[in-house]
């Protein structure tokens, strides 16, 4: 077999993953390349929409709902630091009470008028917390939803990809989409022709390189069959980054207690959409506060390594560097 991200030809790794999240239990046949350390599906389901159960058909209109007033005033003089003017009590509150601008994209300079384009938004919680703290020009696309949906003030979730888009973006963010994608290469393509010269791609996605998967193996959580169609390598994403004229700025490790609890579960085939599960909160669950304490700082210990299983790749393009 093929790889479909860096070519080669050698024998691969053949591997049977389990569907686990939603417990059908179904199986399906990936490969592991032994050149890149790229995991990817043989053959995706035909109807993929029935492994995302109301995911895709009970979309709401995205609505605008009141802050309580304290955190009314905390979130604007979150937003002023960020936005405006950098101030000691502004700082505090974004160190204790962070969002996705100050995680995630304060390395560059952004704006309320930056230009964000979210790919494989689903209903758009992640955009309309962005437009909540001030930002206008927002959008979000997933070929998916039954619907385009229109929210406050413009925001709009559309059912198209990248490809009936024009104009120009300042950032196009894969927030765990990525790999759910079945064209990496032709994604990323796009990618770079709506991007404008100085722009910038997040790819936040599961790496195989990672202390998750040699623990847990079929069981690691993240592996996610069969919705996911590759889970990368640092490596592969660097190579896939260049093949397609970008360059890996910086990488982020963000992983969280879900690589273990999670994982812990499908040990014991328990899905992650179980009424035992930690999703649905502890009190079900298998796990004390103790071990939940203890998987909190397992994360935080393999992310300053770069063991953690996912990260934030950073993509600039390679001839505007």
Known sequence: MKCRICGSEEEQTPFILTEKKIGTFEQFEYFLCRSCNTMQIISPPEDIRKYYPGKFDSFEKIKVIPLPKIKEVIFNLRNAHLFERRTLIGGVITFFFPNFISMYLMGKRITKETRILDVGSGTGNLLYALHREGMKNLMGIDPYITETILGPEGLMIGKMTLKDLNGKWDIVMFNHSFEHEKEPVEMLKEVRRLLSPSGLCLIRTPLMNSWAWQKYRENWVQLDA??????????????LAGSAGFKVKQIIYDSTDFQVWGSEQYKRDIPLLSEKSLHYGRKRSIFSRFDILRYKVK??????KGRGDQAAFYLTMTDNE
């Open 299 to 304: 994360a935080i210990s393999l992310n300053k």
């Open 226 to 239: 069969p919705r996911h169609n590759f889970i990368y390598s640092e490596d592969s994403l660097k190579r």
